[in-house]
């Protein structure tokens, strides 16, 4: 049904709406509230807490708009009783052209009380007190686009809950087993709720709805996509022995189930599709080698794809050291001209075995004689997409991808349903625990004071910061303002700065620089999250851990400890939040990352675990809809009911399908 069939729609909001993923009625049903506002009560800014979240009245004295400032702001002084304070909205200057002096509006948004300075509020959302005045119960707040408001959007989508006739996909005899409401009568008390128990319960089962045919879909792509074994790998069991013997180590029990698992794979009648995830440090690496030996030593070619120069080079130095016998070369967009042809001409005609390299191997120009292994590390890093570009270089390869970012077991079926999934648990018995503790200001100097001294005795330390440029508010230090000061800090200690924003070369110029120890100190994002090993670091500074997500404080604590030595990380944090405080004490007193990551989903929301925050990756139509962990088990059941062959499972395939397609460029990619 079109949008332009609504009352209110013009054509502009319907630009509007497109731009928010909206091109029909049916869509409009699928733009979840991001939030909800409880018009039962209003706070008193003058109670509010800092960095409480508020909803209030106030009447707008004054409003100004500078366009001028380093980042252009809109801000507005108000009233309240005998109050005034003042807020502010960077970037968003049609914020001035809405609000009226003299008018009374409700303001919903963060609280900034400290230093002394008075209350203000960032970028809250607003809407004339007059038009919501005479409501009651709660109002649901949508992402909005130009000039939409929120009164708009929300007449568009009641409009569309009275137009659209709304069938779930799950079979009516299994909506009657599970206890399920009608997806319609969900739909509406999400959008239209009267208390949170409607928010609860509606998120709930729509997620249920939505998962139900995520899971289904991968069901059909994992059952229709296998594909039959053309390379027959030769190997024996004495290979893999002689091979293995060659680490200065035993492989722990998970990496010999795993390297059996890939054994197997590679053994059957049908191509391997393998996930491979493992705790930071679990010794995936060792595993991938021993898959690129099973490759080689049966007369085929590998390929391992990194997201980054620096781990590429890390594991195309480590194919070289244990498979010597074979040409190991590194590939990407820094290779050299001359070195890229000789490279492509070695894969296209066979002399090259083994190739290690970044999204270079994935080119059109790059051929192979013989292809049949492809391993991808990091996964999360790469949408199938990217894998298939590089499978399809060869003829029904092999594919093994890893991830050392720990997925709950309750959301792996969803991020990687194509996927045979194994899991090590184990760590190397090299690897030290890292002594883990929270730091507030008052302890900073003294801790540095103590770097210092580690530093003297050739241990090395990363300091991490969260962004590259400073917030708005003030309250995150930038990574070069850091960089600047932790120099003037520590006079006699040698640091190095790494960012996003350098270039491949230059990133690769500074990580081997800390790694052949010319830098005591690394300050950096969190570019270096993923793979980088120096084992000589043994101290790990997060700013602001606060901000992070558990799952990624442990992933950056995993950077150190890969050594013999003690290491130690600290957490610093002025977050007062009984949330935060519980969520670090959980990282400072575990070691486990999948225990870690199945508390951040507990505490955060599926819908938070899937967004920006953890992956990268935003799941578009789920988004903003936080929802128990208990809708992903009880779609996977009602799922593998819906299959068990009792069903006539032909429209649902189909409706599966859909679902995957409205959401592949985001899976994929």
């Not at 429209?651 to 397609?661: E, I, Q, T």
């Amino acid at each position: 049904m079109k949008l332009s069939d609504l009352k209110y729609v013009s054509e502009a909001r319907e630009k509007q709406l497109n731009k928010l993923g909206v091109f029909t009625q049916e869509d409009l049903l699928r733009l979840y509230p991001r939030d909800f506002v409880d018009l039962t009560h209003t706070n008193s800014i003058a109670n509010a807490f800092h960095n409480s979240v508020i909803l209030t009245v106030c009447e707008v004295l004054s409003v100004e708009r500078n366009d001028y400032a380093r980042r252009p702001f809109v801000k507005a002084l108000c009233r309240q009783g005998d109050n005034l304070f003042q807020t502010i909205w960077f970037n968003q200057p049609y914020v001035a052209g809405k609000l009226a002096q003299g008018e009374e509006y409700l303001f919903y948004g963060r609280v900034q009380n400290k230093y002394g300075m008075g209350a203000s509020m960032v970028n809250p959302t607003f809407e004339r007190a007059e038009s919501v005045r005479n409501l009651q119960g709660i109002l649901p707040v949508y992402p909005l686009s130009g000039t939409l408001t929120q009164g708009v959007v929300r007449t568009a989508v009641r409009q569309a809950l009275r137009n659209v006739q709304v069938e779930s996909a799950i079979p009516f005899a299994l909506q009657k087993k599970y206890g399920l409401s009608s997806l319609k009568d969900a739909l509406y008390r999400l959008h239209c709720p009267t208390s949170q128990q409607d928010i609860a319960e509606a998120s709930e089962r729509i997620a249920i709805e939505e998962y139900f045919l995520l899971v289904s879909a991968f069901k059909v792509i994992k059952g229709d996509g296998e594909v039959a074994r053309v390379n027959r790998y030769s190997v024996s069991d004495g290979d893999m022995k002689e091979f293995l013997s060659r680490f200065p180590f035993e492989f722990t029990e998970g990496q010999k189930a795993a390297v059996r698992d890939v054994l197997s794979d590679v053994r059957s009648p049908k191509v391997m599709n393998r996930l491979l995830q493992g705790d930071v440090g679990c010794g995936k690496t060792a595993v991938a080698l021993a898959a690129a030996y099973m490759a080689v030593k049966s007369g085929f070619q590998s390929a391992v794809l990194s997201p980054t120069e620096v781990l590429a080079r890390q594991n195309c130095a480590q194919l070289q050291k244990y498979l010597p016998e074979f040409n190991v070369r590194f590939l990407s967009g820094s290779t050299t001209a001359a070195e890229k042809r000789e490279i492509k001409k070695g894969l296209k005609d066979g002399t090259v075995d083994i190739v290690c390299g970044t999204h270079a191997v994935i080119q059109k120009d790059v051929e192979f004689k013989n292809l049949s292994l492809v391993v991808c590390d990091e996964q999360q890093r790469f949408g199938v997409a990217q894998r298939s570009a590089l499978t399809e270089k060869g003829v029904n390869c092999d594919c093994l991808v890893m991830s050392a970012t720990p997925i709950p077991r309750t959301l792996s079926l969803v991020f990687y349903g194509d996927l045979d999934v194994t899991t090590i648990k184990e760590k190397p018995r090299s690897r030290q625990d890292i002594s883990t503790s929270i730091i507030k200001n008052s302890r900073y100097n003294d801790m540095l004071e103590w770097i210092c001294g580690e530093t003297k005795r050739g241990r090395q330390a990363y300091f991490v910061c969260p962004k590259i440029e400073g917030d708005d508010e003030g309250t995150v230090m930038s990574v070069t303002e850091l960089y600047e000061d932790l120099q003037k800090a520590m006079p006699t200690v040698r640091f190095g700065l790494l960012h996003g924003k350098m270039n491949d070369k230059k990133k690769e110029e500074v990580m081997s620089a800390f790694r052949g120890k010319e830098y005591d100190c690394l300050v950096s994002t969190t570019v270096i999250e993923v793979g980088v090993d120096v084992p000589d670091a043994t101290v790990m500074v997060i700013y602001n851990a606060d901000r992070f997500g558990l799952s990624q404080l442990h992933q950056l604590r995993g950077r150190v400890g890969r050594g013999s030595v003690k290491s130690y990380c600290f957490l610093l944090t002025d977050a007062d939040g009984d949330i935060a405080r519980e969520r670090l004490s959980v990282l400072k007193n575990n070691s486990d990352g999948f225990a870690i990551a199945e508390f951040d989903l507990k505490i955060r929301g599926g819908g938070d675990f899937m967004g920006t925050r953890q992956s990268g990756r935003i799941l578009s139509e789920l988004k903003t809809l936080r929802f128990p962990v208990s809708a992903v088990f009880t779609a996977k059941k009602i799922s593998d009911d819906a299959f068990s062959g009792a069903f006539d499972t032909t429209v649902l395939r189909s409706a599966a399908l859909r679902k995957y397609d409205s959401l592949k460029d985001v899976i994929l990619n």
